[in-house]
C-alpha cells in the first residue's frame, strides 16, 4: 500500500492501490537495465562499442540517460496516460539491449556470456516486451493497467 506524503487537494482521491501492472513492469525493466549497466562496467562496454575515454564519459551518458526514465516514473505514477510515451521509450531501450549483445554474442564476443549477465539480458528482454505490450494498450485504451 502506498501511503500519500501530503494531504490531496480537495476534492482529490488519496492513492492507497498497489503498482499498477504497467508501474510495475517498468521500475522492473528499469532495474534490470540499471543491473545491465553495472554489468556493462564489469565487461568495459566501451571496448565492446569502440567508444573513446574509458570509464569517465560512460558513466556520464548512463546518468544523462537514466535521467529521463526516473523522470518518466514520476509522470508514470501521477498518469498512466502521461507516462506511457516513457513506458514505450524504456520498452525499446530493453529490447535494443538485447539485441545489440545477441549481435555481439553471435559474433564470438567473450563480453556477458556469464549466466548472470544472459539472465539479465533475457528477463530484460521478457519484461521489456511485457511493457511494450500494457504501455500501447494503456495508451490506446487510456486504462490504468
Known sequence: MLLPLRKPPDGACM???????????????????????????FWREWDLFGLPGGIQPFLVANFALLLPFLYGLVRLSRSPRAGAPFSVALACAGVAAFGIHTYFLLRGRPEFRL?????????????????????????????RR
Open 15 to 41: 492513492r492507497t492501490e498497489r503498482l499498477t501492472r504497467l508501474e510495475g513492469l517498468y521500475v522492473v525493466t528499469l532495474a534490470l537495465l540499471v543491473v545491465h549497466e553495472i554489468d556493462s562496467a
Open 115 to 143: 549466466p548472470a549477465s544472459l539472465a539479465v539480458l533475457g528477463v530484460t528482454l521478457a519484461t521489456s516486451v511485457g511493457l511494450l505490450v500494457v504501455s500501447v494498450w494503456t495508451l490506446r485504451s487510456g486504462s
